[in-house]
Nanobody
């Protein structure tokens, strides 16, 4: 199994920046991609950013140019740098890991962007 623990959620003003981190533990070798999802009240959970084992990244259109996903294989962490934050970025951000057979989720980190 894989365990994921997010950190870095906070209250920030619009236009500000924040960095989320996800600590990964367990059977890390089964993971083939990792990502960040978010969910705001009344909305479905949506993919924000994805990074594969080969380093390929993908982003939701709403965050392209503002958010950057990265991974540190030595430290077993995946991070999401959030810049130029907008009030509509307010959500619980979840770390996600994917293997060939399973999905793993963290408990989430709350990001609140005030206008």
């Amino acid at each position: 199994q894989v365990q994921l623990v997010e950190s870095g959620g906070d209250l920030v003003q619009a236009g500000g920046s924040l960095r989320l981190s996800c600590a990964v533990s367990g059977i890390i070798s089964i993971i083939n991609a990792m990502g960040w999802y978010r969910q705001s009240p009344g909305k479905q959970r949506e993919l924000v950013a994805l990074i594969t084992n080969s380093g390929t990244t993908d982003y939701a259109d709403s965050v392209k140019g503002r958010f950057t996903i990265s991974r540190d294989n030595a430290k077993h962490t995946v991070s999401l740098q959030l810049n130029s934050l907008k009030p509509e970025d307010t959500a619980v951000y979840y770390c996600h890991a994917r293997s060939n057979w399973q999905s793993f989720w963290g408990k989430g980190a709350l990001v609140t962007v005030s206008s």
